[in-house]
């Protein structure tokens, strides 16, 4: 994309002139509204012609002019859910003012964006992100590096307490580091990555998870995973990991010898379809809680050892075809299991 802009500023706003050769791009403008110190928040469309439309917070009043006037809003949330779903573009670079609390659905369902630039965003007031890129299924690159900070791979995370469904139907994501993000106070991340069916590569390697009770489907078919390095996980508050895994067909490994599933109490379908994974360690689950492992290893086909011994299934209710289709599973231990109160 080449493009050319001018801001000089005017009585009325600020005064702007565009030349694009070709692609449909929205702007929310940063520079301008920090030079202005306002707390304001204004989109331009620029359309294949290089016509500019400007929209006002609420994505009402269409005007077509040079001059953009530009209100002072105190903005701390999205009041309009599905905010750019009906939007055709390809780029988006975007800065928000610091009393920004909620970005749940903020770019829900938006099918054909492809890329979003957040370098300028500022998350630190931020509580709720859950469904923030849900079903942006044309979406290849996130920009989430900070620019206003010394370490632009940090993101100020640190209040954030909902990451729910934050990156589901994101199917086109090849690569996704979450390094940066604090997530020191996060409560909830079911779903997180759910269907993001072409990550190869995903970095979370600094997550703090000590407070997260919600891991459910949260790496649901996510088949395309080589890697998953999950070792520093605290899963000490964590009630429910059912699906968790699910569909990761294409791990052969993973460590969870730092699992603390002692709140637990759902595990069902926890590693259905996890066609490669060849051996696991769970040497160190406390099960005590679980009432439900019911489908956990449903078509682990590549698994032909399991050791079980040391489940704790006094409060289990249900293992319903827990090992159905594990056809190379020729070594199980189930010493400690008590049989009689389940359902088979």
């Known amino acids: 994309m080449k493009y050319n802009k001018i801001f000089s500023k005017t009585k009325q ?12 791009t929205i702007f929310i403008i940063s520079i301008l509204l920090k030079e202005s110190q306002l707390e304001s928040y ?26 953009i006037d530009i209100n002072g809003e105190n903005m701390s949330d999205f009041d309009n859910y599905y905010y750019f779903n009906n939007i055709n573009n390809t780029v988006i670079l975007i800065w928000i003012n610091k009393t920004i609390e909620n970005t ?23 509580v709720s992100m859950d469904y923030m890129f849900s079903g942006c299924i044309s979406l290849i690159s996130i920009n989430l590096s900070n620019i206003n900070t010394i370490n632009p791979s940090e993101i100020n995370t640190r209040k954030v307490q909902d ?33 993001c069916r ?20 949260m790496l649901f078919n996510c088949n395309s995973l080589l890697n998953l390095n999950i070792s520093n996980f ?33 595990m069902s379908y926890l590693f259905n379809r ?24 449903r078509n682990c086909k590549k698994l032909n050892h399991l050791d079980l011994s040391n489940f704790d299934t006094s409060q289990v209710v249900s293992i319903e075809a827990m090992f159905y289709n594990c056809t190379n599973l020729t070594d199980i231990n189930l010493t400690n299991f008590l049989l ?3 359902l088979i």
């Open 42 to 67: 204004i989109e331009l469309k620029i359309n294949d012609a290089g016509n500019i439309s400007i929209y006002s917070k609420h994505l009402k009043n269409l005007v077509e002019p040079d001059i």
């Open 104 to 126: 749940s659905y903020m770019f829900y369902n938006c099918i054909n964006i492809t890329e979003i630039d957040l370098s300028h965003f500022d998350f630190s007031n931020v």
């Open 13 to 24: 706003g600020f005064k702007i002139k565009f030349s694009i050769n070709h692609i449909i």
């Open 163 to 195: 990451m729910s469904y934050l990156f589901s139907k994101c199917s086109s994501l090849v690569s996704l580091d979450l390094s940066g993000f604090n997530t020191s106070n996060v409560n909830d991340m079911k779903y997180m990555f759910y269907n």
């Open 234 to 266: 605290d899963t000490s508050s964590v009630k429910d990991i059912r699906y968790m895994f699910s569909g990761c067909d294409s791990l052969s490994y993973l460590d969870l010898s730092n699992f603390d599933i002692s709140k637990v109490t759902n």
């Open 340 to 342: 009689h109160q389940m």
């Open 198 to 217: 072409s990550l190869c590569s995903l970095g979370l390697s600094s997550f703090i998870t000590s407070k997260v009770k919600f891991m459910n489907t």
């Open 274 to 297: 996890c066609y490669n994974l060849n051996s696991l360690d769970l040497s160190n689950f406390n099960t005590s809680s679980v009432k439900s492992t019911s489908h956990m290893f």
